[in-house]
């Protein structure tokens, strides 16, 4: 059977003409001028995304302060906050290496504050701070202090010394050493005519350490409110508040501040100042806790020197090591890396109660 024509479609566009080398040559170079500045673009937002990732803005960071770009340092550390938003681990490094960057920048009042914000963020997450990390802290923070000597900040040099030694993971040593390294001048414009060598465990100056939290309530007691309080002032010192209802039953009622005091068998002495309103009678409780054995103990301490208006000072001089040293050879564990984690008061029961805390130190007791 015949397939008739009309069965048949006939194609009668003409031929597209072909392309000319040079034609071709051309094509090539415009789609190149399009093309290249946007891969430019996105190979550059790549780069400035990752130089903020977690785990990479310490190199752009240290490269940067390494190179007197101390702003862009800053900026690096501070993406990378932003960018880390659902971990924390990091920050420590962050607020250190921002301290670098302000003092290169000779603003050393920031660089401060970064310091003892590295040093409130590694002494409540010690497990954090690498020994690197510790180590390079320190140097710098005792460094910083100074440069606050030398320029006549007495004050500030307190604080730095302070923020190092706490930093450096090992206060008691630290403090120990600084002694040594500090002319008796030195000495007497950081720590005065009559005081002991000392550094601040905690002085409530940082937000993110001006806290006592609760460790036990047995009592049944309310927290109505727990912060830095922005009027009281011990001789200028800021102060913690702690403001809790009535007890409802017996039992203990603690509440404490998290600290990293690797226990020493160097000398030494921790004192802070208390003041309640109405006067319950409390005692200040020092926790340990043993790493390894994963034992924890607790002291009281109940004597107080009274102050003026309302303040009284609590001064615990005991020998810390061989006093944990015994009980743990009774029970049976190492006290090789024990630490005080907790400072803080026990109340009894009784009524209504606020309550103040101020300047937690770390000092060298006389010699005996």
């Avoid at 809790?244 to 603690?254: D, I, M, P, V």
């Avoid at 090591?321 to 049976?332: C, D, F, I, S, V």
């Amino acid at each position: 059977m015949a397939i008739s024509e009309e069965y048949f479609e006939t194609d009668t566009s003409p031929e597209p003409p072909l392309l000319s080398a040079w034609q071709k040559v051309l094509l090539f170079l415009i789609c190149s001028l399009v093309l290249i500045p946007g891969f430019h673009f996105i190979r550059l937002a790549s780069l400035e995304v990752s130089q903020y990732q977690v785990s990479t803005f310490e190199a752009y960071a240290r490269e940067a302060i390494a190179a007197g770009r101390h702003q862009r340092a800053i900026e690096f550390c501070t993406g990378a906050l932003k960018s880390g938003v659902n971990r924390s681990d990091h920050h420590g490094k962050v607020f250190a290496l921002r301290a670098q960057a302000y003092a290169g920048m000779n603003r050393l009042p920031q660089a401060l504050t970064e310091l003892e914000s590295a040093a409130a963020f590694w002494t409540r997450r010690y497990f954090y701070a690498t020994e690197e990390d510790r180590e390079e802290s320190a140097q710098f923070g005792e460094a910083l202090g100074r440069r606050f000597l030398e320029s006549d900040d007495a004050e500030s040099a307190l604080r730095a010394f302070s923020a190092a030694g706490m930093i450096s993971g090992h206060p008691v040593e630290f403090l120990h050493a600084l002694q040594k390294t500090l002319s008796p001048a030195e000495q007497t414009r950081v720590w005065g005519t009559e005081g002991p060598p000392r550094i601040f465990v905690n002085d409530f100056r940082n937000p993110d350490a001006a806290r006592l939290e609760q460790v036990v309530e047995e009592q049944g007691r309310t927290l109505i409110s727990a912060g830095q309080d922005p009027i009281e002032r011990r001789q200028g010192a800021a102060a913690v508040l702690l403001e809790l209802g009535q007890a409802q039953g017996e039992g203990r009622s603690w509440y404490s501040m998290d600290t990293y005091l690797p226990l020493s068998q160097k000398p030494f002495a921790l004192r802070l100042h208390v003041k309640e309103d109405p006067p319950v009678g409390v005692a200040v409780v020092l926790g340990y806790w043993f790493e390894s054995a994963r034992q924890s103990a607790t002291t009281l301490n109940r004597e107080a020197l009274e102050e003026k208006e309302g303040w009284k000072q609590y001064v615990i001089e005991r020998d810390f090591y061989n006093e944990r040293l015994a009980e743990a050879n009774e029970k049976g564990y190492s006290v090789a890396d024990g630490f005080i984690n907790k400072i803080g008061i026990s109340l009894p029961p009784g009524p209504a109660v606020r309550i103040w805390v101020s300047g937690v130190e770390l000092y060298l007791p006389a010699a005996k």
